[in-house]
């Protein structure tokens, strides 16, 4: 990916380069919409394919997006600003490496937290407490402790229970789409910044006449001085 999309950008150009990274999201969207489901209800072989290349596309972009960047700058805001503007971007990516991560590994803590609670619900007190020896009040106890899995109350659900594990990570990937989305519309809005105001040429001639007149004047100043000390020597002689 960061190989060929840096060539491909040459011909393409950066700004469409970077809208076609934008194809990611519904990529990214059609794993939780399309593929997962296939895999659940029709062809597991299928899905798996089309759920690697989908990864492997993904993939492929964010290698993209981190070789073009550079030089995406350099035409925006010229080789000057280059090297700053690149510096605070790494550093921001450098803060969503590490923010980012968390942030989503909790969105799919709360879906497993929001799925365990539904399939609890399911359940009858008795049955509850018969499976785990306590009573759904301490279920948070029992959840960080794992003694309540997901897998262990599917085994006490009716028949034809749907399991939720292919979705817990649903909401993870619908909040990277939208934040995708934001950074998709922001590439459609980057203009170049207007051109530095330039001085106009009756400014420049000006000054430059300005110049000459005060070197005129000192150069006739210098001129005079030189004939009153020859006239002061004569006059002596």
């Known amino acids: 990916g960061r190989f060929g999309w840096a060539v491909s950008s040459d011909y393409l150009g950066r700004k469409n380069t970077y809208k076609f990274f934008a194809t990611g999201i519904p990529v990214l969207a059609s794993i939780p919409l399309y593929i997962i489901p296939l895999g659940v209800d029709g062809s597991a072989t299928t899905a798996v394919y089309m759920f690697v290349g989908s990864t492997m596309f993904l993939v492929m972009n964010y290698g993209g997006l981190f070789s073009v960047l550079p030089a995406y700058i350099v035409d925006l805001f010229g080789q000057r600003n280059a090297g700053a503007i690149h510096g605070r971007q ?8 590490l923010t980012g991560p968390n942030l989503l590994t909790s969105l799919r803590a709360r879906s497993e937290g929001q799925a365990i609670e539904a399939l609890t619900a399911k359940l009858s007190d008795e049955r509850f407490f018969a499976a785990f020896g306590e009573h759904k009040v301490d279920l948070n106890e029992l959840v960080q402790a794992k003694t309540v899995t997901i897998a262990r109350l599917m085994e006490l659900q ?14 993870t990937c619908f909040s990277i789409c939208g ?18 105001p330039q001085i106009a040429a009756e400014a420049v001639e000006a000054a430059t006449a300005s110049l000459l007149s005060k070197a005129s004047k000192e150069s006739n100043t210098e001129g005079t001085n030189e004939e009153e000390k020859a006239d002061q020597k004569g006059a002596k002689v």
Not at 159 to 170: I, K, Q, S
Not at 179 to 196: D, G
């Open 158 to 171: 009716a028949p034809g229970a749907v399991d939720p594990t292919p979705h817990l990570y649903d909401t």
């Open 90 to 97: 790494l550093t921001a990516w450098t803060a969503a490496a």
């Open 179 to 196: 934040m995708l989305s934001i950074a998709a519309l922001s590439n459609l809005m980057l203009r170049p910044p207007p051109p530095a």
